[in-house]
């Protein structure tokens, strides 16, 4: 009898993960989840810092604001996955010949590891003068402001979607401060019905802004990304 060897009909294989003395069936399913997501693996063998980094290449696939020679700055950039992409995609180590050369500012609270062709600074964008000295270390204005913050957790749901919508909301404003006239400003959000002023704001500074949940957006997270471009200075 010859054993069926092409694969068709089989069933692909998940990886389960036992519940280990001491852990939390929340750690053990968030454990098995990493282990069996397609984007966790990729992220893995394409070299990238996280699965995010997949939010953002499909972000700019649609809406074309990582160009070459695109100033970028990335709020919150830890743990850099953001800043990598943003590298390649505005040739900021002048790989390709011919084209602009871009320039990737990376900020965050805590220190990230480097990153080639990206700027990476400790530093808190709330502060006082943040503003400044990022334009001080672009050598003028930004292209495209982009975030992928969250606010710590609290466990009630309504108390952090009003977190996360007051730090993108500061993030709008910081964007206001150091974008050129026709940058983007990009930012994830959560879904949850207090970010109808957000928008409002967007919309008077920028000519469009589109809600979109990226392919790489967990299916059941309330995550969304908003995509403000043409900003009108």
Known sequence: MTKNTSGRGQRELRTKVKTARGRRLSSTLWLERQLNDPYVKRAQTEGFRGRAAFKI??????????????RVVDLGCAPGGWCQVAVKRVNALAEKSGKAVGRVIGVDL????????AELHQLDFLDEGADALVKGWLGGKADVVMSDMAASASGHKQTDHLRI??????????????????????????AGGAEGELQKLLKLRFTSVANVKPPASRSDSSEKFVVATGFRG
């Open 57 to 70: 290449l499909e972000l700019d696939e649609k809406y074309r604001f990582l160009v070459p020679g695109a």
């Open 110 to 117: 805590q220190e990230v590891e480097p990153i080639a062709g």
């Open 165 to 190: 919508i007051a730090l993108c909301e500061a993030a709008a404003y910081f964007a206001f401060d150091v974008l050129d006239e026709g940058g983007t400003f990009v930012a994830k959000v959560l």
